[in-house]
């Protein structure tokens, strides 16, 4: 079995640790963290780990699965150590920056994206099995060496994974809608409902929220560094989402206003025939 080096021991880099190492690869841990790095060796996340990627000199493969903005500055340090066949990989949410700068850095480097996640983040929220009929999406490039995408390919295929394969700039354009859009129309969700100016309603409204509120507020609750990296990287295709999504709720509101229930009944009739289409 090859020999796996992860930077980055949080929500992902851990997962992906612990399923690694369950799947009989030898698994090398690098974070930022003395204690983060402690608990990966505790946790059974990396058979060693440490503060030095000096440790990642025997991997076979590399996943950087540290925040967005410091994937490109990680590979410039990584590569001293490196052998000059080791393929890396990293799983930022954002693909088309990342591959364009770390491409030029790396031969043997494939932009990959898994998309799974909790609300959660750090060490301690890695989770065996996460990965498992989640989407992995791999944007090679014209250059990216056909054996580097194929060792991730497998990898992501023992996860468990469906594997997706496009380019970085169709991978961040689809993201948008389904992932980076989301998050931001959930945030002003929960942003407008704690601005209930009367206290007792506000209380009242948190008491009753149930499935429907979990639901449409959970990705606006989660890791806040994540969805302002996505903001910074992915910034034109979300403000194209943001903009096509504003009109549509003026057009709601203006049917509501109008007390237009065909045109309203209509909009409704379509999401609901074309939700599943999303969630196959
Ligand atoms: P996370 O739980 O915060 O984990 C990131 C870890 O990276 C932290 O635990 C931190 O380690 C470490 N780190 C930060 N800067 C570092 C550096 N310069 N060198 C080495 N380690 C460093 O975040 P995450 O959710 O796993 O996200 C990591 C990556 O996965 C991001 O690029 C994100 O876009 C991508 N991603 C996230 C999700 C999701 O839903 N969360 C899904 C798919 C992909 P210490 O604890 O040692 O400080």
């Not at 369950?22 to 698994?27: T, Y």
């Not at 493969?61 to 052998?83: E, N």
């Not at 959660?120 to 996460?130: I, P, S, W």
């Not at 302002?228 to 049917?255: C, K, P, T």
């Amino acid at each position: 079995m090859a020999t796996v080096g992860i930077v980055g021991l949080g929500l992902i880099g851990g997962s992906l640790g612990l399923d690694l190492r369950s799947r009989g690869f030898q698994v090398y841990g690098v974070s930022r963290q003395e204690r983060t790095c402690r608990i990966a060796v505790e946790r059974g996340i990396a058979d060693e780990a440490g503060l030095s990627l000096e440790l990642l000199a025997l991997a076979d493969i590399v996943f950087i699965c540290t925040p967005i903005a410091a994937i490109a500055p990680t590979l410039k340090q990584l590569i001293p150590y490196l052998s000059p066949e080791t393929v890396v990989t990293d799983v930022g949410s954002v693909k088309t920056p990342i591959v364009q700068e770390c491409s030029q850095l790396w031969d043997y480097f494939v932009g990959s994206h898994p998309m799974a996640g909790t609300a959660e983040q750090g060490v301690e929220a890695a989770q065996k099995e996460l990965f498992v009929n989640a989407a992995y999406v791999l944007t090679p490039i014209e250059t990216t060496p056909a054996i580097a995408t194929q060792k991730i390919e497998e990898i992501a295929t023992l996860l468990g994974s469906k594997i997706y394969t496009c380019s970085p700039e169709q991978h961040d354009r689809a993201v948008a809608w389904i992932s980076h859009l989301p998050v931001m129309v959930s945030a002003a969700l929960i942003d407008v409902c704690i601005g209930e100016t009367d206290a007792t309603v506000l209380e009242l409204a948190q008491q009753l929220a149930s499935s429907g509120f979990r639901d449409t507020s959970r990705v606006g609750g989660g890791n806040p560094e994540l969805g302002v990296m996505m903001a910074q990287y992915n910034r034109e295709n979300l403000l194209r989402s943001l903009f096509q999504y504003r009109d549509r709720l003026d057009r709601l509101i203006q049917y509501i206003e109008q007390e237009d229930c065909d045109r309203l009944n209509s909009v409704l009739e379509s999401t609901q025939r074309s939700r599943p289409n999303f969630l196959t």
